[in-house]
């Protein structure tokens, strides 16, 4: 427990120093913050893709049902997320909505 709690003070303290950045380097001293990294495969969120923020990759989960998930990997690029995404998705339920 003590380590989850010190690696999420670890994360706000890099927040606040980029956030200190972002504010001196602003000339108007408004502060922006950073956006939650979110895409779209033609124009539609793909269900089961979604950014991993401390590993900085593109996590892709299957689920069946309410309880029922199956983890199938991290990924670099988010096109290569959408693939793995679609290809498990005809592997365990025999379509794919998604078209590559």
Known sequence: MVGVILNRFVEICRFVKNCEKEFQNNPSGCLIFPKRKEMTYK??????????????????????????????????????????????????????????
């Open 43 to 100: 124009g539609k969120k793909v269900p089961g893709v979604q950014w991993g923020i401390r590993n900085k990759k593109w996590r892709v989960v299957i689920s069946f049902g309410r309880k029922n998930s199956i983890f199938i990997g991290y990924f670099d690029h988010y096109l290569e997320a959408v693939r793995a995404r679609r290809d498990a998705e005809i592997l365990y339920r025999g379509k794919s909505d998604i078209e590559i």
